[in-house]
Structures are given as C-alpha cells and as structure tokens.
C-alpha cells in the first residue's frame, strides 16, 4: 500500500538549486551555483580555541540540554554584537536586550517558526521578485498565497509594494534588504522609511532577513529596519528581524536569530520547543567566546576584502566576455549577481537553455525562474563569486562566453 503523505507536500517541490549540485561532480567543473561562503576564510583557529574555551570554562552548559530561547551568554553576546554595529555610524546601531531575542538553528529556522506560528493555509504573503529560494518553498509549505513584489536595483519598489499590501492585505511582508539572495540588490534609505511607514499605515507585520547586512565592499550600506525603526513610530512592534552567523562566521555552527514582537516570540518559542527544543548548546557555546574573544571585527574585515575583489573581477569579466548580451547591477556586498540575459546579438534569452549550455563548457550557475514566486522571469539568472578565487572567475566566466 502507498503511503499517503501530508497534503500540504502537493505545494513544493525539491530545491532547483539542490538539483543542480547533482550535475557538479564533472571533473574540472567551476561552479557558480551554490550560496556557501568560501570554506578558506573560516577562522578556524578562533572556532577551535572558542570551542576549546566553551568546553573549558563552562563544560556542562555547553553539552547539556538547554532553555529553548538560547544559551544566555550568547544572547548577551549577540546583543553587543548588534550594538556594534552603528560604530561611527550614528543611526545604525540596534539596541536589544538579550532576552528580547532567541537563538534560532540558522535564520532558516527563524522563517520556518514564522510560518508555523503565522500562516494558515490560504493567508497570502508578500515576498520579493525574485526571493530567496528556501523562503518560497517553507512559506508554501504552510499553505501560504505568495504575492511577489518586484524589485530593482534599488530594493522592492515601495510604491508597488503599498499597491499590493493595500489589494491583498498579506498576514506579513517578507523582505532581504541589504545585499537580497538572489538579486544582491541593496534597499536605499528613503525606501526603508517607506517600508516601516506601510508597516504601520496598514498594520502589516514586515519580516527583515539579514545574513549579509556585514558583507558590504565599499561604504557600509544603510540602517537595518530594524535600526530604523526608533525613527518610526510604531513600526518596531510590527518588526520581526532574522540574523545569522552563517555567513560572516560558520553556517556548520547553526547560529541565527530572531527579534519579534513580544506575542511572536512567546508562540516561536512555544514551537521551537516542538521543532528541535533548542538550539545546539555546544555551538551556541562556541559562538559566544567567539564572539567574547573579540575576532569577529578582523574577520569581517578580511571576508569584505577578499569578497570585494572577486564580485570587481566578475563584474569585469562578465563586461569583457559576454558585452551586452548580458545586464547586471555591480552588486556593492553579498555573495551574488544577479543578471539578465538580453538576446542581443542573436544570443540565447532563455536561462534554463544557458545553464545547459554551461554546463557542456563546465561551468555552473542558477537559473533565476525558481526565485520568483509567480510570473518567472526565465531570462535571469545567479552568480556566486564567493567560493571561487579571481583566476577561476575569470576561466569560468570566459567559458559563459563560449556558452552564449
């Protein structure tokens, strides 16, 4: 006898990305695929004298059980770490009380909680055109309508945006402001006070994801929303906001956040106590004397510099092998690039054929229609510079040029 799965599985299907990996194994292959920060720039001897310290100086908080909201001195810590942020930047910084946030397995657990303790099936969500993959398929998972809100190189456009909160009244707004997976695109400051105006103007909870807030190449890129949101009355407690050390540090540590109105955070944790009861304790130990060790700011440091240089060398060779059959934005931090193919020239238009066409020539990307919720624009396609040095950029980007 067949098994009989959940109905609600009929609403997604396994990840294009994940899929792609599966074509990877060919001998010689330069992937741009995947979204993985680049395995060198861990810091590997301050993970391993962190992890040394947590087992140490706190051995049975470290590998016992654990309260569901987090392992308290990463909170505390997690909490500097966001007031820091603002250093020099007047505006910027974030203050949150430890207790006013929870430890999530990853951002990535921090949206499945919003969808467990958010959507009912049928409620409709307003996410980005494009969006982040995983966001789609768990939100669709919970039975949500998805609403895409299209975006340029400046964000979501806000003004579309209020036509939309206003027509589908959505139970919340999903954005990546700073550095968004897949379109790298970066929020400017008057759309971000447009974000939290709609937020209290229609009473609309907005979610702001952040892994890549950090990331930043050149001038450090506005506010959060959430740092924002003391200059809009109102629009913190319509605010939920997702973090993550994933990218800046470990993503194997798990680590991620949640800041949310104080309703939202009793029923996250209320179901986190079902999912996993909490997060790894020997990774949140080892997250926090990190983080007490002071090397996260050299780090970053040299995560920016080294990201920098390969998103300049891609831009580059992408301008020199494939002119203008292709048009991008230079992303200005993140991991990607997000591009259009024109068909000029009597160049492919259509991503799905390119990415075959890649492949042949060994090299690997994304095709953009599987990060649009509705109406998929199948000429787009991403590009991860972050695991790949310049040398390799510029081979696999040549190898595009021959596959156009």
């Not at 987090?70 to 909490?79: A, D, V």
């Not at 909680?113 to 996410?127: A, E, F, H, R, T």
């Not at 990774?283 to 510099?305: D, S």
């Not at 229609?369 to 590009?383: E, K, M, Q, Y």
Request: charged fraction near 20%.
């Amino acid at each position: 006898m067949p098994l009989q799965f959940a109905d609600r599985l009929n609403s997604v299907e396994t990840s294009a990305i994940r899929e792609l990996f599966k074509l990877l194994g060919k001998p010689g292959i330069i992937s741009f695929a995947g979204g993985f920060p680049d395995p060198a720039m861990f810091d590997v001897e301050g993970i391993r004298e962190a992890s040394a310290k947590a087992l140490q100086e706190e051995p049975g908080g470290a590998l016992q059980y654990g309260a569901t909201e987090g392992y308290e001195p990463l909170r505390q810590q997690l909490s500097q770490f966001m007031a820091t942020k603002g250093e020099g930047r007047p505006g910027t910084a974030v203050t949150v009380a430890p207790n006013e946030l929870i430890v999530t397995t990853g951002s990535q657990q921090a949206l499945d909680l919003l969808g467990k303790c958010m959507i009912s099936p049928g409620d409709k969500v307003i996410v980005e055109g494009p969006t982040f993959l995983a966001t789609i398929q768990c939100f669709r998972l919970y039975g949500a309508e998805l609403i895409s809100a299209p975006v340029d190189g400046n964000g979501v456009k806000t003004d579309e945006l209020e036509k939309l909160i206003a027509q589908h009244k959505p139970k919340f707004v999903y954005l990546i402001p700073t550095f968004g997976n897949p379109s790298g695109a970066l929020l400017s400051l008057e759309r971000r006070k447009k974000v939290l105006e709609l937020a209290v103007k229609y009473q609309t909870l907005v979610v702001e994801d952040d892994p890549y807030g950090d990331l930043y190449f050149g001038d450090a890129p506005p506010p959060s929303l959430l740092a924002l949101s003391a200059t809009v009355p109102g629009s913190l407690e319509l605010l939920a906001h997702c973090g993550s050390l994933s990218k800046v540090l470990s993503p194997g540590l798990r680590v991620g956040w949640m800041i949310a109105p104080a309703a939202l955070m009793a029923n996250a944790v209320m179901c986190k106590q079902f999912s996993d009861a909490h997060t790894s304790t020997f990774a949140q130990a080892t997250a926090a004397q990190y983080l007490k060790a002071g090397r996260m700011p050299a780090t970053l440091t040299n995560v920016r510099k080294v990201y920098a240089e390969r998103a300049r060398a891609m831009g580059e060779a992408l301008t020199k092998e494939l002119g203008d059959a292709v048009e991008f934005t230079q992303p200005q931090g993140g991991l990607f690039f997000w591009a259009r193919l024109t068909g000029k020239g009597g160049k492919v238009k259509d991503a799905g054929e390119f990415a075959k066409r890649a492949i042949e020539q060994g090299v690997a990307f994304v095709p953009g229609a599987p990060f649009f919720a509705a109406n998929p624009d199948v000429s787009t396609f991403r590009l991860s510079f972050a695991t790949a040095d310049v040398e390799k950029i510029k081979e696999g980007v040549a190898r595009l040029g021959k596959a156009i």
